[in-house]
């Protein structure tokens, strides 16, 4: 698969007979699905989309203009991803990054190479950077306080729990007590 594509969107499960789907977006603003040319999936296919009614419900069509034909082509496409070229996204706001752009990066801690960015999780109680060799670092300013885009750079600043310091992590907190 192409290095510059992009998760908008997931096929989830049929609506009704006529072959119409669910389509979870990634976007911020679902709509803007209907206005990529070109979505494309893992195969490389050509889709497009548009959305009918709410919750989600969405009729696809093939790179001919062709939708979905019933139920049964609907169920084929399930959890088939959608994707969109890098290029026709609009730029990040100050402080945003799409995903795709961050992974890849150097990792650093002080003068210290900790790997690359392999994945960048959100299971939703925020996000979290995935290292070479397994270590994941939450994605906040006091972890990582530094995205340098041209360099391909980001600075970790690596909490005790994760940095293994002797004596410290979780559980460890030392508790005052009554004075004697």
Excluded at 159 to 173: F, L, T, W
Aim: proline share 6%; aromatic share 4%.
């Amino acid at each position: 698969m192409r290095a510059d594509l992009i998760l908008i969107g997931v096929v989830g499960r049929p609506h009704g007979v006529r072959g119409l789907v669910h389509v979870h977006s990634y976007a911020d603003d679902a709509a803007a699905l209907e206005t990529y040319k070109g979505l494309l999936d893992e195969k490389g296919r050509e889709w497009s989309l548009r959305w009918r009614g709410s919750d989600g419900v969405a009729e696809l069509r093939d790179a001919q203009g062709t939708p979905l034909s019933d139920r049964t082509a609907a169920q084929a496409l399930v959890n088939t991803r959608l994707y969109v070229p890098r290029d026709v996204l609009p730029e990040p706001e100050e402080e945003e990054f799409y995903h795709t752009d961050l992974i890849g990066m150097e990792a650093r801690e002080g003068a210290c190479s900790l790997g690359q960015v392999v994945m960048v999780h959100d299971y939703g109680g925020g996000a979290s950077l995935e290292l070479t060799g397994g270590v994941l670092v939450p994605f906040t300013r006091a972890c990582v306080p530094e995205i340098d885009p041209k360099g391909r750079v980001v600075t970790i600043v690596r909490p005790v729990e994760v940095s293994g310091e002797e004596g410290r992590g979780v559980g460890a907190a030392k508790v005052a007590g009554p004075a004697a």
